[in-house]
């Protein structure tokens, strides 16, 4: 079992920037797809991007490329998501979450098997 803890949301005007990280237990955390979702109030849960489990291997929804970096540290068992140049559209719970089955990158929500409980992240215009 994996138990994951995000934290560094908040509230930040547009054009600001975030880092939000996810702590996670366990001693398998290297060998696990780590991705970002996002559920924004009214809506469905949604892709945010995703690392391999050595990090060589990245991959965004298109509305963050070139905004949002995702990152790892195993030897910390954390995964990172560095958000820049922030919208008001990008307001909603962000969720961590672990693929520990094998495999590159997914985009899916039922390609993961653990989740995080969430971190609010509201931008003002």
């Known amino acids: 079992q994996v138990q994951l803890v995000e934290s560094g949301g908040g509230l930040v005007q547009a054009g600001g920037s975030l880092r939000l990280s996810c702590a996670a237990s366990?001693?398998?955390?290297?060998?696990?797809?780590m991705g970002w979702f996002r559920q924004a109030l009214g809506k469905e849960r949604e892709f945010v991007a995703a690392?391999?489990?050595?990090?060589?291997?990245?991959y965004y929804t298109d509305s963050v490329k070139g905004r949002f970096t995702i990152s790892r540290d195993n030897a910390k068992n954390t995964v990172s998501l560095q958000m820049n140049s922030l919208k008001p559209e990008d307001t909603a719970v962000y969720y961590c979450?672990?693929?520990?089955?094998?495999?590159?990158?997914?985009?899916?929500?039922?390609?993961?098997?653990?989740w995080g409980q969430g971190t609010q992240v509201t931008v003002s215009s």
């Open positions: 979450a672990a693929r520990r089955r094998p495999g590159l990158i997914y985009s899916r929500i039922n390609d993961y098997d653990y």
């Open positions: 366990g001693r398998t955390f290297s060998s696990y797809v």
């Open positions: 690392i391999s489990w050595k990090g060589f291997n990245t």
